[in-house]
């Protein structure tokens, strides 16, 4: 199983590169130190990311959306693994 996975990441790395010259990049921590670092490295300008409908998530995204705005980035948030849109 473990192989698989990492078929599949190697198989969406070589994807992304080939189609899209871009990377794939996978870390561990805080998302809130994690992605404005990246942002800040990569120049940036809209960040795209699943909604989260757990008060967790929620907070999360409100503190992301926060500091990506205040670097001058776009954000969008939104459903893409539910049947129906609670909002």
């Not at 994690?34 to 300008?45: A, D, E, F, R, T």
């Not at 998530?57 to 939104?78: A, D, M, P």
Request: charged share 35%; glycine share 6%.
């Amino acid at each position: 199983r473990r192989s698989f996975l990492f078929e599949c990441v190697e198989d969406l790395q070589r994807t992304l590169k080939e189609r899209y010259s871009t990377k794939l990049y996978i870390t561990k921590g805080n998302p809130l130190e994690i992605i404005p670092k990246l942002v800040i490295k990569h120049g940036v300008s809209r960040f795209f990311s699943d909604k989260d409908c757990e008060k967790k998530g929620e907070e999360l995204e409100i503190s992301l959306r926060g500091i990506l705005n205040h670097l001058g980035v776009q954000t969008k948030f939104s459903f893409n693994d539910t049947l129906y849109d609670i909002d």
